[in-house]
C-alpha cells in the first residue's frame, strides 16, 4: 500500500496542532532536547540559546507524559535560586503548583537528604550539625596546635583550602597522594585531615564538602544504598554540568548507572570556575561515560547580535578542549565589536563614562549597561569618576571598593596615623592583624577613656604605663603606638603613597593576607595595591582621606533609581545587558598572569572561555578597551594589548582609532588584522621612548615567543623620586625596628633585607643606615 504524501502532512500538521502547547515555542534544536527522553543526551546549549527553558520543559514534559512521578526524577541545580526558577516554571507550564520535587535541588541540598536517611551508615546520626567555615578553620587550628606546628607558616586556612579541594576530587585522607599530602606542616597534611575526619565524627559534624564526600563514599560502600538510589531516579536532569567537580561527577555517574536516563546540559565554551575544583573534562567525556549517548547543540541564539556572536565565536574557536559549536541568529548585523586603547587606566574609566552618559542621552537604561572587570581592583576607578558624573551604579557581588573590609581597615591604619583620636578607626584595627590585645584589654582601654574623658588613644598612651593590662597585650599596644608616632613624624619626610605602604608592611597587614590561603586573598591584596596607588592623585594624605570621607558620604539612591553594574566576569555569567564594557584587556591582566602561571595552557584556555563569557553577555553592543599604561606604586607598568585582542576576527571587529580619549596611539589600517595588529603602535610623544616601551617592542615583534610566555613589562615612564641608589647587595645596615641585617636584593629605593632577628623583609633605604 503506498503512502499519500498529501495526507501524511495533513497528519504531521495535525499531530502538531495537538502537540502540548508548551512544545510549541520551541525551536527544533529545544524541541529535539525536550522529546529525546530515554537514555543519555548531552544538550550543549551555548549562551543565549535558551538552556534554562530546555531544561525546564523537558522536566514539565517528563511529568506531563507520566514518565515520571515527581519523586522519581533527580534535577540537580548549581544554586538554590535556580531550583526555586525551575519549580516555578514547571508548575506555569503544566498547571499549578508542582507538588513532591522532593530531588530538585543543588548537589549539596540532596546531599543532606540522603545522608540524613543513612546517617548511621558513615558513622553519623541523623541529627548531624553542618560546621561553616570558621567552625572547621577552629577546628583545625586545635588539631595543628597539637601537633606543635608553626601556625603562622602553616595558617589553619591554608590546610582547609587542601581539604576542601581534597574533597571536590572525591578524595577521602588514605586516597590524598603523598606528594600533596606532605606539602602542608612538614609532611602532616594527610595525617591531620584524618584527625580532622576523625574529630567531625565525634562531634556529629560534617563541613560543606562532606554533603558531597560522605554521599560518595555512602554509594561506593554500600552498594544495597546505591541500588536503591539507581532504581528510584527514572530520570536525571543535571544543570550547568560544566561546572561540575570531579565528587560530583562521580556522584552522578554512579547514580545514571540504573535507568541510564541522563540528561546534562551545560556549555563547555563558559566552564570558568576551575579555580574551584570545576573539570571541563567532566563535559568532554560525556559520550566516552555513556557509550551510545546522543549530543544535541543548541546554537540559535536570542540574545545577541551578528557580530558579537561572531566575534565571541571566532575567539573561543582558538581553544583546543571543546566539542565545537557555531552560534547563530535571525538578527540584523548590529554594531560591530569595539576595540579602543587608552593611554592609562583613568582614561580608560573617563571614557566609559562618557560612553554610558552618551547612552543613558540616546534613551537606553542605566539598567542594561554593565561593566565587567578580569579583576575587582580595576572597579576602584569607575566608582571614584561615577560618584564625580554623579552617575549611579551598584556593585554586583560584593561590596563597593571603598567599603570592602581590606581596604576599610587600610584606611582605619591612615586615619589614626593622621587623627589619632579617631576612635571607631582605632578599635577597628587596634587587633588586626592579631597582636595580642583582644577584647578585655580593649574593653579596659574604653573603660578608661570614658573615666578620664580622652579618646581610646589618649587611654591607651596612658594605660600602658600601668600593670592593668596582660604583659603581652601591654607590650604589643606599645609596639603599635610606638608605630603610629613613627608613622605619623614620616608624613612630613616622605612621600604619602610610600608613607601608606610602610603602614601596610610595618604593621603585618599585607603579610596577612599574604598568608591567607583564601582563594579570594590574592583579589584582597590586588585591592590593597590598588588603594595606594589611587592616592598618587592626590597631593597630601589629607588630602586623600578628606576624598574618602566625601566618597563615603554620597548618599545612596533609592532602590527604585536605575543604576549601571559593575561586576567581575565571573559574576556575569548567566546575565545579559544591551550594552556591555570590558576594560583591561592587557597581557598579565587578561589573560591574567596568576592562572597561566599556575595551569599554563588549562589556565589560558580558561581565561579564553571567561573572555568568551564577557562578549556574550551583551545584546546590542559590546567595547573592549586596553590601557597601555597602569600605574602600580607609584611608577608605570607599560602593557601589552591582550592576546585575546589579536585572535578577535577582523569582519566583526571595529577599532576605534579616531576617538579624541583614544590615549594619543595609532594603530595601523585594517591590514593589521593580517598580523598582529599592534606592530605599529607607538606614541606621538616621542618624549615616551622609555626603556620599558622598547622592551615592549622588542618582545612584541617575536610574536611566537609573546604568546608563549607572556608578561606585563615593566618600565618607569617618569623619573623616579628615589634618586640614586645608595646600597649594594651585602651592605650591613640597621633599621629602627627590625634591629641589623644584611642587603640582599635592591630595586631602586626598595630593598629586600634579611633582618638577624626579623627574618626577610622589605623595607624603603630611607629608613635603614649603613652599620
Not at 340 to 360: F, L, T, V
Not at 381 to 401: H, K, M, Q, S, W
Not at 435 to 452: D, M, Y
Amino acid at each position: 500500500m503506498t503512502s499519500n504524501p498529501a495526507s501524511n502532512s495533513i497528519t504531521e500538521r495535525a499531530t502538531a496542532q495537538a502537540a502540548p502547547p508548551y512544545l510549541r515555542a520551541l525551536n527544533p534544536e529545544q524541541r529535539a532536547a525536550v522529546e529525546t527522553m530515554d537514555g543519555p543526551l548531552l544538550v550543549l546549549a551555548g549562551a543565549g540559546t535558551g538552556k534554562t527553558r530546555v531544561l525546564t520543559t523537558r522536566l514539565a514534559h517528563l511529568l506531563n507524559m507520566r514518565k515520571a512521578w515527581p519523586g522519581e526524577i533527580l534535577a540537580v541545580t548549581f544554586t538554590n535560586k535556580a531550583a526555586r526558577e525551575m519549580k516555578n516554571r514547571i508548575g506555569g507550564l503544566i498547571g499549578g503548583m508542582v507538588e513532591g520535587m522532593t530531588w530538585l535541588g543543588t548537589f549539596h541540598s540532596i546531599g543532606v537528604k540522603i545522608l540524613r536517611r543513612h546517617a548511621e551508615l558513615v558513622d553519623l546520626k541523623s541529627d548531624f550539625s553542618i560546621l561553616d567555615t570558621d567552625d572547621q578553620v577552629r577546628l583545625l587550628k586545635q588539631l595543628i596546635q597539637l601537633h606543635e606546628i608553626d601556625e603562622k607558616r602553616w595558617p589553619a586556612r591554608q590546610l582547609a583550602a587542601h581539604i576542601d579541594g581534597w574533597k571536590n576530587r572525591g578524595l577521602i585522607p588514605s586516597k590524598v597522594p603523598a606528594g600533596e599530602g606532605a606539602a602542608y606542616g612538614n609532611g602532616l597534611g594527610a595525617q591531620i585531615y584524618a584527625e580532622y575526619q576523625t574529630r567531625l565524627k565525634v562531634l556529629n559534624a560534617v563541613d560543606f564538602g562532606d554533603l558531597l564526600l560522605e554521599t560518595l563514599r555512602l554509594f561506593q560502600e554500600q552498594p544495597d544504598v546505591l541500588a536503591e538510589y539507581q532504581k528510584r531516579f527514572k530520570y536525571m536532569l543535571v544543570d550547568e554540568y560544566q561546572d561540575t567537580n570531579v565528587a560530583q561527577y562521580l556522584w552522578l555517574r554512579l547514580l545514571a548507572q540504573g535507568h541510564r536516563n541522563i540528561c546534562c546540559v551545560g556549555d563547555d565554551d563558559q566552564s570558568i570556575y576551575g579555580w574551584r575544583g570545576a573539570e571541563v573534562d567532566n563535559i568532554l567525556r560525556f559520550e566516552k561515560d555513556f557509550p551510545g549517548a546522543g549530543v544535541i547543540r543548541l546554537e540559535s541564539n536570542y540574545r545577541s547580535t551578528p557580530h558579537i556572536l561572531g566575534a565571541a565565536s571566532g575567539l573561543i574557536a582558538h581553544n583546543e578542549g571543546r566539542l565545537g559549536k557555531t552560534l547563530r541568529t535571525d538578527q540584523n548585523d548590529g554594531e560591530k565589536v569595539v576595540v579602543r586603547g587608552h593611554w592609562d587606566g583613568d582614561e580608560e574609566a573617563r571614557a566609559i563614562g562618557e560612553d554610558i552618559e552618551q547612552a543613558q542621552r540616546s534613551g537606553t537604561s542605566l539598567e542594561e549597561v554593565a561593566i565587567l572587570v578580569r579583576a575587582s581592583f580595576q572597579m576602584r576607578a569607575f566608582e571614584d569618576r561615577f560618584i564625580t558624573l554623579g552617575l549611579p551604579y551598584r556593585v554586583v557581588g560584593g561590596p563597593r571598593f571603598y567599603e570592602r573590609a581590606e581596604v576599610r581597615d587600610a584606611l582605619a591604619y591612615l586615619k589614626v596615623t593622621m587623627s589619632p583620636d579617631n576612635d571607631l578607626a582605632l578599635e577597628r584595627i587596634i587587633n588586626v592583624p592579631k597582636r595580642g590585645i583582644g577584647n578585655n584589654s580593649v574593653q579596659k582601654i574604653h573603660n578608661l577613656a570614658r573615666a578620664s574623658g580622652q579618646s581610646l588613644y589618649r587611654a591607651a598612651q596612658d594605660i600602658v604605663t600601668t600593670d592593668e593590662l596582660p604583659a603581652k597585650a601591654r607590650k604589643s599596644l606599645i609596639d603599635l603606638l610606638a608605630s603610629f608616632s613613627r608613622w605619623r613624624a614620616s608624613v612630613q619626610a616622605v612621600a604619602h603613597t610610600e608613607v601608606a605602604e610602610i603602614i601596610l608592611d610595618e604593621s603585618g597587614y599585607t603579610d596577612m593576607h599574604q598568608q591567607d590561603k583564601d582563594p579570594k586573598a590574592p583579589s584582597r591584596l590586588e585591592n590593597l595595591k590598588e588603594l595606594v596607588r589611587s592616592m598618587n592623585e592626590f597631593e597630601t594624605m589629607e588630602g586623600f582621606l578628606e576624598h574618602i570621607a566625601l566618597v563615603m558620604e554620597v548618599e545612596q539612591s533609592g532602590e527604585q533609581e536605575e543604576k549601571t553594574s559593575i561586576m567581575t566576569l565571573h559574576a556575569a555569567k548567566g546575565l545579559e545587558f544591551d550594552i556591555v564594557f570590558l576594560p583591561g584587556w592587557e597581557e598579565g591582566l587578561f589573560p591574567h598572569q596568576r592562572s597561566l602561571d599556575e595551569s599554563g595552557k588549562a589556565g589560558l584556555e580558561e581565561e579564553r572561555r571567561l573572555a568568551y563569557v564577557g562578549i556574550t553577555r551583551a545584546r546590542k553592543r559590546s567595547t573592549i578597551s586596553f590601557a597601555q599604561n597602569r600605574r602600580v606604586h607609584a611608577m608605570w607598568q607599560t602593557a601589552l594589548p591582550s592576546r585575546f585582542v589579536d585572535e578577535l576576527p577582523e569582519a566583526h571587529v571595529e577599532v576605534d582609532t579616531m576617538s579624541s580619549s583614544y590615549g594619543g596611539y595609532n594603530i595601523g589600517g585594517a591590514d593589521q588584522f593580517g598580523g598582529s595588529r599592534f606592530d605599529e603602535m607607538k606614541p606621538f610623544n616621542s618624549g615616551y621612548d622609555t626603556p620599558g616601551w622598547k622592551r615592549a617592542q622588542a618582545r612584541h615583534a617575536d610574536g611566537d615567543a609573546l604568546r608563549s610566555t607572556p608578561r606585563i613589562v615593566e618600565g618607569s615612564l617618569t623619573a623616579s623620586d628615589a634618586g640614586p641608589e645608595s646600597f649594594e647587595t651585602g651592605d650591613r645596615i640597621h633599621h629602627q625596628k627590625f634591629g641589623p641585617g644584611t642587603v640582599t636584593h635592591v630595586d631602586g629605593n626598595k630593598l629586600s633585607i634579611s633582618f638577624d632577628n626579623a627574618g626577610d623583609k622589605r623595607v624603603l633605604d630611607s629608613f635603614v643606615t649603613r652599620g
